[in-house]
């Protein structure tokens, strides 16, 4: 496959999608989930079921056709049969899934022993309901294709849209899939500033957190006078649980190459780097396919599809800590010094990479490229809301019921992503509160719960957009030891450069022990609240300017909290050690029991009148009774008080 | 030339002249610390934030750094201004409080160590004046290593490096005294290594290690005087061979 003119490569894409019938696929989902429960075996067992040898090394991961007998209404036909793997499908915590095209069924938690059913169920053309995704109720969908599946109806996919369908080291999947479309328009009918406009027009936002309008830093970079410019894409994901750039360059790596070369042309470069952690072997991998196959199909390389631009994409792997994400940090490790941050008095977009005009956009934000290019600004602002169009995609994680990648238009509510698409808080506990943003942001509690997802309502409210991580919490979370947890991430990552973040995070952090090791001191909340706005006023870099933040929202909403640790030294959550007592309160237990079968330390004993009662010399504090009494009979309450 | 204010002083100064430079050329006192004049900026100390307001926004900057390229209103001495400071030096002298220059500043802004919060003492606050300076004179022998609170200067696995000339300029530059040095006549160790010290045979001081000339790139026969008797010889010398003409 190569493509040397720009009819060639529409001349290949009008052949294919002139293919009338395409067959069956299966396709196992290979993102990080479900491989960790074992989708490659049981994709393996699919490819020897269906009568095929798998092949050396890739073979997981290549796809094969065979072909089987297929039986819609009595009537016997041939098909060509197909399996293959997928990067991250999105509901991870029903893994391994497997998806069924055309008919677009999804079959979650799927073993070996399910390989024979889905096999039959597609020559019967039926759906295989065993194992089918769970519709509304919590029951397995009479035809689990994902209108009907709430976890899948709600979202509305575009980045990841083509991510359940194709095999990420397939160009021509691919290109099957509308890729290149963008690239085409591009370099047919629109000039470079046309295209700067363009985006500017569409309103697209960074998707890494800062949400700074895309095309006016494209614009900036091209104003900038100079023989050499770069295009970057920031790879890092450092933030910890977040897992939608990782998921994205496994699962599409294309989209976001296709993105970057588009912005190359708008901006007039011919260098790109993509920056990706070490810890992502896989994006890695994936990435360096997808250049390799783009190099000889001439879509990478010079004179890109005989319209005389060049351009040439190279993976630099970073070191892997959360700093190098930051712009001026990641573009000194590529210049292969140490990833410290500098000072920032003058944009990248006119002095970046080696000295020459850069732009560095996020994973998420290259992949966008290609879709406004190909549909209009005009259709991306019809998605979300006035100042924040498009879509953005979350790793939603914590203590929810649905856990995976989400991707909803800007300005859906938290509540609708948590509850309509997560299917709410874990075990059915209360909500306590739910994380975005990252060590950077913050937290909100249920009376925000109906925030739109945006850039500048997440800030509004005291947290961050952020690049996409979502984390719920319940009533078992201590946010005074969940700030205490962020300080002591941003503590280790810290680069030390500069004095206000360096040894600043490390008085905080000393503090936030304090506090949640029952030595708080009257006074610590305020001191907290005093130190962040001098850390923040004062940091070199972004780190420290918005580290104290999931300090400064957990106060903002979880005060009596903080107040609680500093003057009582009680945690009412039951986490912070030596803080809390568990007591069964006698009036309301109700006699049944559950507690004391559940009880790790046996120390619940039944008493005369029938109630329950926790012996305190053997409680561990687990907290395991206080979770399944289902009358809410149990309490933690102060260690220090006397039993009445 | 650009037209700033700065404690409402009304300047006017060079494009991308550096805040502090125009402080300090009207006799406007910003604390500093990491800065050095014959140093490459980093702008890591934080001591020297000042307040500007550019375009409506009020914000704290690090004057050492902030090239002047609009017209700005700088204070040097706001409320905002104050906290920065002080907390950049509570900082500090909790982790650094034998240091005379912590101590000295410390004094003239009224900070005291807090008790709680005290670390274990140590001289070095991680300004990295004595990177900077080994860089600059080229040879690169230590460097800012770890991360974090554990950052320091080392050089190379913290082990004697040939890349050093022990030049002493990593010590001259340092606010604090944290880089020591032995010298006994002859002999001179610094990070970890050991030197020989040529002594002059016309005045008997001693002047430079073998290494400094080697990486001077003086030659080997012309290494008996430093440098101040190398240039008496040598006028000498042309004195008398211009009278002899
Ligand atoms: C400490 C820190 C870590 C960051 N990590 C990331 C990251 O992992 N990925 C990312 O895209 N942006 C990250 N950013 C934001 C980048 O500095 C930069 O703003 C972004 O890559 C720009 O791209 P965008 O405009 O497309 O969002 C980080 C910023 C800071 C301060
Ligand atoms: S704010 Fe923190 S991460 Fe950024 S330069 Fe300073 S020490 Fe390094
Ligand atoms: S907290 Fe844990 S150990 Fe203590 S009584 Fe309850 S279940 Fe038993
Ligand atoms: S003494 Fe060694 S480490 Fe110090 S500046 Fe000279 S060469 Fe560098
Ligand atoms: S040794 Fe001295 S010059 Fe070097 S970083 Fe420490 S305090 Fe600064
Ligand atoms: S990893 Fe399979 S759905 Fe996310
Ligand atoms: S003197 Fe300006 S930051 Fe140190």
Redesign the interface.
Known sequence: MRFDTLSDLKNYKNEISQKQDKGKEIWICGGPGCVANGSMAIAEEFIKALGNKSSSDENTSLWHSIKVLIRPEEKETEKLIRTGITGCMGPCENGPVVHVEPDGLYYQKVTVDDIEGIIGSIKENIPYKAKAMSGLDDKPAEVPSAENIPFLAKQKKIILGKMSTMSPLDLEDYIAHGGYSGLIRALESMAPEEICNEIKASGLRGRGGGGFPTGVKWESCRNSASEMRYVLVNGDEGDPGAFMDRALMEGDPYSVIEGLTIGAYAIGSSEGIIYVRHEYPLAVKRLANAIKNLEEAGLLGTNILGTGFDFHVEICEGGG?FVCGESTALMTSIEGKPGVPR?K??RSTERGLWESPTVLNNVETWANVPHIITNGSEWFRSIGTENNSGTKVFALVGKVKNTGLVEVPMGTTLRQIIYDIGGGVAQKRPFKAVQTGGPSGGCLPASMLDTPVDFDSLTEAGSMMGSGGMIVMDDRTCMVDIARYFIDFL??????????C??????MQ?ILHDLTNGKG?EGDTKALED?A???S????CALGQSAANPVLSTIKYFKEEYIEHEKEHFCRSGVCQGMFRIKIDEEKCKSCGLCSKNCPADTIEKLDSGKYCIKQEGCIRCGACFEVCPFSSVDIVNEVIDDD | MIEITINDIPLKVEKGTTILHAAQANGIDIPTLCNHEGLT???????C?VEIEDMGNKK???SC???ITRNISVETETE?VR??RN??LQ??V??NPKAPIIQQLCAKYGVDREE??A?EPDLC??C?RCVRACEAGGTKAIE?V??????HVAPPYELETDACIGCLSCATVCPTGKITYEETPGKRKIWYKEFDVLQCKRCGIYFATKEMLDWAGRPENDRDHCNHCQKYIESVKFLTESQKK
């Open positions: 800590s000072v008095y003058i503590v280790e990552e810290s680069c030390g450069k500069c004095v206000p360096r040894e600043g995070l490390k008085k000393m001191r130190l706005e001098d850390i006023d004062t940091s070199l | 900026l980093d702008g890591n100390c934080r001591l934030s704290i900057v690090a750094m902030f090239p905002r906290r920065a907390t950049v900082l500090l909790n982790r709680r919060f670390l606050i991680r990295g800012l770890g991360r974090g609170f554990d950052r």
